[in-house]
């Protein structure tokens, strides 16, 4: 059975939450939480769904602006690889052709070129862009 979207039992939801752009910690709270509400909701309404979007999008742009997720280095991002992989500096050496460059690379005391961050996405199965 496929359920109908209704304007006006959507409007009365809009009546009564009064979802608005987040500007404060409380306020970004109070919007978690009447999401969890809807989103645990067993059978929720076209209405209700399409609140719980809206209410998803206000706290995920405030959230972006105010906890933003720091950029990785190049560097950083090979040592998630590896850690995350279990790779060996001696298994990377046999990618780049040196365990003194891999060492220094992992101890960011040296930068990774563009043809070692080409055969580094290659062996991960990544974007190059991750290591440029």
């Known amino acids: 059975m496929t359920r109908i979207f209704n304007p006006e039992s959507y409007g009365k939801l809009l009546a009564e ?8 910690e409380e306020e970004n709270e109070q919007a ?32 972006e602006t105010h906890y933003p997720i720091p950029q990785g280095t190049p560097n950083s991002m090979l040592r998630h690889l590896i850690d995350a992989r279990g790779i060996t500096p001696e ?16 101890n960011g005391d040296r930068t990774i070129n563009q043809a070692e961050a080409k055969l580094l996405a290659d062996y991960f199965h990544v974007d190059v862009s991750l290591f440029t």
Do not use: C, D, W
């Open 17 to 24: 939450y009064q979802p608005k752009t987040i500007t404060t």
């Open 32 to 63: 978690i939480k009447l999401a969890l509400s809807l989103e645990h909701r067993p059978n929720r309404t076209p209405e209700e769904e399409m609140l719980l979007e809206l209410l998803v999008t206000l706290i995920e742009k405030f959230e």
């Open 91 to 106: 298994a990377l050496a046999e990618v780049i052709g040196s365990l003194e460059v891999v060492r220094e690379i992992i």
